[in-house]
């Protein structure tokens, strides 16, 4: 709210500083005595000791203007003032050198000290250099990664593997790696982070340089520098791709000056000088209060001063101004003399005083200074604010940037500064969001985390479920205290914590607030313009780092905006019953269709916004009532087609293609593409020539595919609100939304550019901060070996001892820091606030999905990314947050786990949706869902129609669609109940920690067993129910297996291959692990047939089916061909997996070998005895079936006589009989029975057998005799392998004639049949 004196109708021109002399006799001027009083109080000199009142010069309007010019004489003007100095050379101005000294990519801010690095290892040095005296230069790292910060002289020449350090003469200073560099390299200093501050000081009279990291020295880094003639050093740096700092070298006030050292350029000593002496005059007027009636002065304290619109303070402020505002423009005064007296203003008073303060001077401001000096001013103030916030160090109250914050809350509280600033500054210029962040101290001891967590603790590794893993012993009451005490700990600093928190969210409930419409536009609608643009930058430029707001920075900015949003929905619910609670928000699906909401080139469920409109014109005009113009679809279509064939801009406009050494190259200017203290970076620097891509499309123009809609910039508040005649954002409502609002419409579009946020960078970030509990993880399991090995060490191995314990304490020192550390992004990151946000997220994704499933057709417009936010939201609370918060204790967790089932369920399969990486993603998440016993009973809850559905999807044929995924998700339906499939790791690589078991393979390491008898049973019902279902999955499954075993078989023969060379080589580790994935599927897809044949046994074994003999023959041939290569003596198999190589943890013969033992059993145990006499003879009929290979099962190399028992297994050799942890006595008697009846029925059948002639064959397998005939042409071949055939292709093996008909054939009726085939 404005002040009440920024309401009252005073025009500038009232008081304009003239000498007339009708001012004195201006109406309401005090007396002259009072005036005298007054202005001498005002404009006291505070080098001199006030004189008596009867000897001061009386002074008025008229003589002021003199006096003040004597108050402002400042005699050090001299020949420092135009920066010729000793010792310096170069320009007064020192900036960085982009015509000439630098060498690789860069990027330079606007005002020449901001860099990013953009290639390999650029360089660049400043354009003024030192060669006697001693100097000191400030760099603000914005990012903690490779950099060289030092000086260098102009004869060093860099390139893009030597920077400044790697060369003589040049020095540098290296905390990524904690180094310092001089051509050789040795340890120095500390760790430097992003938000640090780094000092480097050169004193050329005793030739050393040193560096001090936030005011701290770090101690001499180099000595005997080379000095005398030709010998000048330049502040230089070198930095990696996408790093990036920001320099003060004297442009603004120092933020750790060092005594005896001068800044390289020179502060504004006179300007200073005046502006501090013009700050006490202005701080005097609103401590003095004038009081005609009494006439005299009466002293008030500043936050009580009201502007009364008394012409005597009006004039006095007048004067004043007249010489303060060109100061007020200039950055080092700003940041020296007003941010240091709002600063102090907030420090001294409570939030009421300090804002009522700030009030007045920026009422003061915008009155007596022109429009531009007061833009500028707010400008720099605000540059100042941002920088100053994000560089402050951290200390354990988080004092300095809660001060910085509640100045910026006060300045935004001002209606007309807010205003303005969101429309040129906040998102235009500043990088904003930094004012939302919490930077993590990299060292805790620093930060003074030591003082609020003296005890320290870590939790146990936790396991996917988000609990402690299995087996933690109890507690002792040691750790329990110390646990306790960590615990309280982490409590006083999340206070500490929630505090910033909460004004960060004030900023933005300031930006967010809608009811500041007084002569003007809303804040809420301002900032919902810049934060469009803001996510369109971060979306456009996603891969192109220096582009995107970094992600830390992107999560804080994304819990404060969520705090916000819902604090203004439930507020709107107060004053309007019929809306809706935050607690039900949601997306209605027209925002996605109606073109009120611009999504950019963001991909649609169903493709191309352009293709979608053409495709579902008439859903559009029948179901929302939108109406698609003809001649705009044509020219979106026109613009697709050409999109990759731009025309070229302008002349005028043009960049330069070929950029030339040294030259400089206007960029598009997004917000982001700078160092995350200043604006924009608009010069791009380059030693080579560059070519530069112009955007595909510009980010300043609208989309041409937009439909009756405005351009983000070009909306007003009536076209997003809407009005009695206009809908607004919710233009298009379908038949299946209700008709009451759920609340205001800017709300419902904050909240889509909250869910993208997540979608853009938060979800990648919240996994990457896990990254800290992983190493407490990794440091607490180094701790426990050593004090296992400690306990164990003999006493009389001192050496031993000594070693161990001093590995000990090192570990332990570690993990007292990461601990601190963990407290710290727990309270940061992961508290159960931070977890609530994302759930809330989670169920807001829930609700737009059904809404806009209910649209059918129109669903094709929703964002992919609605989609990805559930998925991934979902995993993060299931994943990230745990041991300390449990995503079972979530409000509505069962609901949200079976609607979240429901979804998945309905549309992994769904064909409105296209996209191959989002199809993909949803098979993923259904196929994580399906592991866990939690999320499999939430599958199993879903309406019984919609799970019979997803398994009738399940069992599509595999061809033309990722069936390794869907086969994955059958395997975990089944896992738990097929033959010794129990394990969680393979019984090979038990020996193994699982920690230590970084395994690519998807069969290393499974969760418990969770099978679903529920699905299953839909499973046999689907495949029972038609006659088609069944033949038409079994055959892609059995299709599918003899290609990935096929490819195993013969990538391990590579292997093998390159092994045996004499030669030193290297296998590709990633055919290594393609090689691991076939063999996986392979493992996979017979557990596939494994639960088919015991769900459905008669699919295979009742002849009655037109297709059982086939498939039985055809699983036949494949398990005998698996049994063969993997069960020979000496074979390929054998010597890949004695190799052992890495990569191929998961190829042994157990899991590949009890699933084909366990569709025997099924077949020949478990089945009617008519079934297993058939499965038997068709067994025994397949020419590769060999006895020893079952014999092999059971450690046994040859069968055994009839009638003899079973010896007893070979060690040396592979025997299911050793793994009686996994198979079960029961489950050995099966095998041994199979073995037995399997070796009486091949004794039986070679005894019966007959001799067959070759001519009697079947010219395609040589298996089996001929059998059938085919139509129209005549050929022959046995019944198995012209059924085979059939299932994928109609043309004959030979002729290649459509087949029409096939039928019997023997042996008497050849001579027939050849005479008519001969006819």
């Not at 892609?1036 to 990935?1044: E, G, I, K, R, T």
């Not at 580790?1069 to 076939?1078: I, M, N, W, Y």
């Amino acid at each position: 709210m404005a002040s009440k004196g920024s309401s009252m109708s005073f025009s500038r021109k009232s008081y304009r500083l003239t000498s007339d002399a009708e001012k004195s006799r201006v109406t309401g001027i005090v007396h002259e005595k009072l005036l005298n009083d007054y202005l001498h109080r005002i404009f006291s000199s505070p080098e001199h000791v006030p004189a008596a009142a009867a000897s001061r010069k009386p002074l008025n309007f008229q003589n002021l203007p003199e006096h003040l010019d004597q108050l402002l004489h400042v005699e050090d003007e001299d020949e420092e003032s135009q920066g010729q100095v000793e010792g310096r050379l170069g320009p007064s101005t020192v900036v960085l050198d982009h015509t000439g000294g630098f060498e690789g990519l860069l990027l330079v801010d606007d005002d020449l000290l901001g860099v990013i690095g953009h290639s390999n290892f650029g360089t660049i040095r400043s354009t003024t250099c030192v060669y006697k005296g001693k100097w000191v230069y400030e760099v603000l790292i914005s990012s903690q990664g490779l950099m060289q910060i030092g000086w260098c002289t102009i004869n060093c020449r860099f390139n893009q593997e030597e920077g400044v350090g790697d060369t003589h003469n040049s020095y540098a200073y290296d905390g990524n790696r904690v180094r310092k560099w001089n051509v050789t390299t040795t340890n120095y200093g500390k760790a430097w982070a992003a938000g640090d501050i780094v000092s480097c000081l050169i004193d050329l009279d005793d030739g050393t340089l040193s560096f001090c990291l936030n005011g701290v020295s770090l101690g001499t880094a180099f000595e005997n520098l080379s000095r005398g003639l030709g010998m000048a050093y330049f502040p230089a740096i070198s930095l990696s791709f996408k790093e990036s700092v920001a320099f003060n070298f004297g442009s603004r006030p120092l933020r750790y000056p060092v005594a005896g050292y001068r800044p390289l350029q020179d502060p504004p000593r006179a300007d200073l000088v005046r502006a501090q002496k013009l700050l006490g005059c202005f701080r005097a007027v609103l401590s003095v209060e004038l009081d005609p009636v009494e006439g005299r002065l009466v002293e008030k304290d500043s936050s009580e001063w009201q502007l009364q619109g008394q012409p005597t303070v009006l004039l006095t402020l007048a004067h004043i101004f007249h010489r303060f505002a060109p100061l007020l423009r200039k950055v080092y005064l700003v940041e020296a003399v007003l941010v240091s007296f709002l600063r102090g203003v907030v420090e001294a008073g409570s939030p009421a005083q300090a804002q009522a303060v700030v009030r007045q001077v920026l009422d003061l401001l915008w009155l007596f200074m022109e429009d531009y000096e007061v833009q500028d001013c707010l400008k720099q103030l605000m540059m100042s604010l941002l920088r100053l916030y994000r560089f402050s160090p951290i200390v354990p109250d988080l004092g300095l940037q809660i001060h910085y914050l509640r100045l910026t809350i006060a300045i935004l509280r001002h209606e007309k500064s807010r205003k303005f600033l969101l429309s040129n500054v906040l998102f235009d210029v500043l990088r904003s969001v930094v004012f939302f962040y919490i930077k993590s101290p990299l060292r805790v001891e620093e930060a003074g985390l030591q003082e609020l967590i003296p005890t320290t603790w870590w939790p146990h590794r936790s396991s996917r479920e988000g609990k402690d893993s299995k087996d933690v012993k109890d507690e002792t009451a040691e750790d329990r205290a110390r646990r306790r005490a960590y615990e309280r700990g982490c409590q006083r600093l999340k206070k500490c914590i929630e505090v910033v928190e909460e004004l960060q969210v004030q900023i933005l409930k300031l930006l967010l607030n809608n009811k500041d419409d007084n002569g003007g536009e809303a804040s809420r609608y301002i900032f919902l313009t810049k934060f469009r643009k803001f996510l369109q930058e971060n979306a456009s430029g996603r891969g192109n780092m220096p582009v995107l707001c970094p992600p830390e920075y992107m999560v804080c900015f994304l819990h404060r905006l969520i705090s916000a949003l819902r604090y203004y929905w439930d507020e709107y619910k107060a004053s309007n019953p019929r809306a809706s609670f935050s607690e039900e928000a949601y997306i209605p699906p027209q925002v996605f269709y109606n073109g009120k909401v611009d999504y950019f080139d963001l991909q649609r469920l169903g493709g191309l916004l352009s293709h979608l409109r053409k495709t579902l014109k008439d859903d559009l005009a029948s179901k929302a009532n939108i109406l698609i113009d003809p001649l705009e679809l044509q020219a979106a279509t026109m613009d697709d087609l050409d999109e990759d064939e731009e025309p070229a801009p302008p002349a005028a406009q043009r960049p330069t293609q070929a950029l030339a050494m040294g030259g400089v190259l206007p960029l598009p200017r997004p917000s982001w593409l700078s160092s995350p203290t200043l604006g924009r970076a608009n010069r791009f620097l380059s030693t080579a020539a560059v070519s530069l891509m112009t955007p595909r499309r510009p980010l300043s123009t609208s989309e041409k595919v937009k439909v009756r809609t405005l351009s983000a910039e070009q909306r007003t508040r009536e076209d997003i609100e809407g009005s009695h005649w206009n809908e607004g954002l919710l233009l298009g409502r379908p038949p299946e939304e209700p008709e009451q609002p759920l609340t205001e419409n800017s709300l419902l579009e904050v909240l889509d550019g909250a869910v993208m946020m997540y979608n853009l960078s938060v979800h990648q970030q919240l996994g990457k901060m896990v990254g800290v509990s992983d190493d407490v993880n990794e440091y607490a399991i180094a701790l426990r070996d050593t004090e296992d090995k400690l306990r164990r060490c003999p006493k009389r191995r001192k050496d031993i001892i000594a070693e161990l314990t001093k590995s000990q304490k090192v570990f332990s020192e570690k993990l007292d820091h990461l601990s601190r550390r963990l407290a710290w992004v727990h309270a940061t990151v992961y508290s159960q606030e931070k977890m609530l946000d994302i759930y809330w997220l989670l169920r807001v994704c829930l609700r737009t999905i059904e809404h806009g499933d209910r649209t059918g057709s129109l669903f094709a417009f929703m964002p992919e990314f609605y989609l990805s936010v559930a998925i991934n939201s979902y995993s993060a609370l299931k994943n990230y947050f745990g041991p300390v918060h449990s995503m079972e204790e979530l409000p509505g967790y069962e609901e949200t786990l079976t609607r979240l089932a429901a979804i998945l369920a309905k549309h992994f399969a769904d064909p409105r949706i296209v996209g191959t990486d989002i199809r993909d993603s949803l098979m993923q998440a259904l196929a994580s869902y399906v592991c866990y016993p939690h999320s499999l009973r939430a599958v199993e809850r879903i309406p019984e129609e919609q799970r019979v559905a997803m398994v009738r999807s399940l069992l599509a044929p595999y061809e033309q669609r990722p069936w390794a995924q869907t086969n994955w998700i059958l395997v975990r339906l089944w896992r738990g109940c097929g033959f010794g499939y129990r394990y969680t790791r393979l019984p090979h690589l038990l020996k193994t920690k699982p920690e230590d078991a970084n395994l690519p393979s998807l069969q290393s390491e499974w969760p418990e067993p969770c099978p679903s008898t529920l699905l299953q049973q839909h499973m046999a019902e689907l495949l029972r129910e038609g006659p088609d279902v069944a033949p038409s999955f079994l055959n892609s499954v059995l299709n599918q297996l003899n290609w990935a075993f096929s490819e195993f078989i013969g990538m391990i023969q590579e292997i093998q291959q390159a092994a045996e060379r004499l030669e030193r080589n290297f296998v590709d580790s990633r055919q290594l692990k393609v090689c691991a994935t076939c063999f996986d599927l392979s493992v996979s897809l017979l557990r596939v047939l494994e639960m088919t044949i015991t769900l459905v046994p008669e699919i295979f074994l009742d002849w009655a089916r037109p297709t059982s003999e086939m498939l039985l023959r055809r699983l036949a041939q494949l398990l005998n061909q698996v049994l063969n290569r993997v069960t020979a003596e000496r074979n390929l198999f054998d010597r890949v997996v004695t190799l052992r190589l890495p990569g191929l943890e998961s190829v042994d013969h157990y899991p590949i070998l009890v699933a084909v033992t366990g569709i025997l059993v099924r077949l020949l145990v478990h089945g009617p005895a008519s079934g297993t006499e058939r499965a038997t003879s068709v067994l025994l009929a397949d020419p590769c079936f060999q006895l020893r290979s079952i014999c092999y099962l059971l450690g046994q190399p040859e069968p055994p006589a009839p009638g003899t028992a079973l010896p007893p297994p070979d060690r040396k050799r592979f025997s299911l009989q050793s793994y009686t942890d996994y198979i079960s006595a029961e489950e050995l008697a099966q095998v041994e029975q199979m073995l037995a009846h399997l070796t009486s029925a091949s004794a039986q059948a070679a005894a019966a057998s007959l001799p067959t002639s070759e001519e009697d064959l079947c010219p395609i397998c040589y298996a089996h005799p001929i059998s059938a005939v085919f139509q129209p042409c005549g050929h022959k071949s046995c019944k198995a392998c012209i059924n085979q055939h059939l299932m994928n292709n109609k043309d004959c093996f030979f002729c290649k004639a459509t087949i029409v008909s096939v039928e019997d054939w023997e042996k008497t009726a050849s001579t027939s049949t050849t005479t008519s085939s001969a006819a």
